[in-house]
């Protein structure tokens, strides 16, 4: 199993939510000054508390441990 990384829900302050650390998860502005919204590979959206920049970096560095560990081996996929 990834990584899981642990984030505040801007919707729900004092609430945690979790998100897997995937490579081709998307990171944007949040719809409020601090806040990130994540979309997973699978599509789901969490709005979370922090600069989208961190948030982002806090994701990939993860994701990138997991892989270098084996702990997440990713299919290779093709380009089409």
């Given at each position: 199993m990834a990584d899981q990384?642990?984030?505040e829900d801007a919707e729900n302050p004092g609430?945690?939510?979790t998100v897997e650390a995937d490579p081709q998860a998307?990171?944007?502005p949040?719809?409020?000054p601090g806040t990130a919204v994540v979309?997973?590979?699978?599509?789901?959206?969490?709005c979370v508390v922090g600069d989208y920049r961190d948030v982002?970096?806090?994701?990939q560095a993860a994701a990138a441990?997991?892989?270098?560990?084996?702990?997440?081996?990713r299919?290779?996929?093709p380009v089409v």
């Open positions: 990384i642990r984030f609430t945690q939510v998307a990171v944007n949040g719809p409020r979309i997973t590979p699978a599509g789901r959206r969490v982002q970096v806090k994701l441990r997991a892989h270098e560990t084996g702990e997440t081996p299919q290779n996929t």
